[in-house]
């Protein structure tokens, strides 16, 4: 079944998250934006840690959790060990809300905006899946290019 290798891959790239804010050498140059790095490793991570927990955790397993995206941008200097903890929150709620996905779930549709293509579940997952590699490169060249 799908939902085990997404598990996976989530846990998988979550687990690569925690350890790229784990490599920076200064907790500051997490935090580090430039004029042509408008977003930091930092805000990166908290971004991906509401994207996952408002569109897996509240969306599909009711988690309650309330989502302030423009604090994921605007937040800054939350202690290193803190947003590890955040991370790993967020592995336990993605693998609990996918473990609780049946094949009718991940069949129905899924739409977040009006006018936006109806997708289903299972397809929305799978771009999601994308969404946190895409942005886990970009802390991984964040890290190599800003922390010196």
Not at 80 to 85: C, H, N, P, S
């Amino acid at each position: 079944m799908i939902v085990e290798s997404l598990i996976k891959l989530f846990k998988r790239d979550l687990n690569i998250l925690i350890t790229e804010i784990e490599a920076y050498k200064d907790e500051k140059n997490l935090w580090i934006t430039t004029e042509a790095v408008k977003n930091s490793a930092g805000n990166l991570g908290l971004h991906l840690v509401g994207n996952l927990n408002a569109f897996i955790g509240a969306a599909l397993g009711n988690t309650g959790y309330v989502r302030q995206r423009d604090l994921e941008f605007s937040l800054k200097n939350v202690p290193k060990a803190e947003l590890i903890k955040l991370v790993e929150y967020t592995i336990i709620v993605v693998e609990n809300t996918l473990n609780s996905l049946s094949e009718n779930d991940l069949k129905k549709e899924y739409k977040r905006r009006v006018n936006e293509d109806i997708m289903n579940t299972e397809y929305f997952l799978i771009h999601l899946t994308m969404h946190l590699s895409y942005h886990l490169g970009q802390i991984n060249y964040h890290r190599r290019l800003l922390d010196k």
